[in-house]
């Protein structure tokens, strides 16, 4: 019976992985245009993947997120990005896997952000030049400090949402 619960519990969490791999995507393709790139609410999307489905937000960051940039026509980035946000996927839900609460999101969130700054920073500065990597940084900036507004927000439905589902089945118990 133990083998059955996990082989499901594996299977819902692939699915979960592809769907939010889509909706990283789409997050991702809602963007705005900069001198190197765009800022996208993608990554709050990826932070949320963490807090519901554990490590394996890794997938769901990595592909969404690659898909993104083929699509925006920034296939330079494909590779450094799988990289970059599935450990931004995964980070997150390593971080959350036993402790949800705020503190926990936070350090979450926060140390996710520092992963894509820095792992940006570093691709952007062989790229196209420490210079023109720093330029990048106000504006990766700006998109963690979104990306983490974005994953308080949905991740805050989400426990208020299992809150009132806990309390529905508590009551239909009684």
Known sequence: MENRNTAK????????????AALVFVATELHVPTALGYIHLGDGVILYAGYAIGPAAFLAAAVGSALADLIAGYAVYIAPTFIIKGLMGALTGWVLLKHKGIFSRIVAFVAAELIMLAGYFIFESFMYGVS????AILM????????????????SAHSVA?????KELASEKE
Do not use: H, S
């Open 162 to 166: 299992a809150n009132g589902k806990n």
């Open 132 to 135: 023109a990597a720093k330029g």
């Open 140 to 155: 990766n900036l700006i998109q963690a400090g979104g990306g983490i507004v974005v994953g308080f927000l949905l991740t």
């Open 9 to 20: 519990e594996k299977a819902r969490k692939v699915a979960l992985a592809g769907v939010f």
